[in-house]
């Protein structure tokens, strides 16, 4: 069982930054797919960021594309630095992780293991 734990969200002003981090329980992030997923009151659950796993490479939603970015920190520590950001980005984020060899990696479906999440605020 892969558990996750989200650290790091808070309170910010518009054009400001915040750093998220999750703590994965085993040290087998790289074999896995390990995204970032928001979800807003009243909306659906948007997947930001993604590294795919083997070092595929990383994929971003076009709503946060230059101003995100998703990074293995260590071998059971995945981050994601958010810049200028903005009002809409106000969101529960959370980390996810797939299966172990799991081959695609794109919606939440694919990703088996979730974090509690950690609240993100900006204020205009």
């Known amino acids: 069982q892969m558990n996750l734990m989200e650290s790091g969200g808070g309170s910010v002003q518009a054009g400001g930054s915040l750093r998220l981090s999750c703590a994965a329980s085993e040290h087998t992030i790289y074999r896995r797919c390990m995204s970032w997923f928001r979800q807003a009151p009243g909306k659906e659950r948007e997947q930001v960021a993604v590294i795919y796993a083997d070092g595929r490479g990383r994929s971003y939603a076009d709503s946060v594309k230059g101003r995100f970015t998703i990074s293995q920190e260590a071998t059971d520590t995945v981050a994601l630095q958010m810049s200028s950001l903005k009002p809409e980005d106000t969101a529960m984020y959370y980390c996810?992780?797939?299966?172990?060899?799991?081959?695609?990696?794109?919606?939440?479906?694919?990703?088996?293991?979730w974090g509690q999440g950690t609240q993100v605020t900006v204020s205009s």
């Open positions: 996810a992780s797939s299966r172990i060899g799991q081959p695609t990696c794109e919606s939440t479906p694919n990703f088996a293991y």
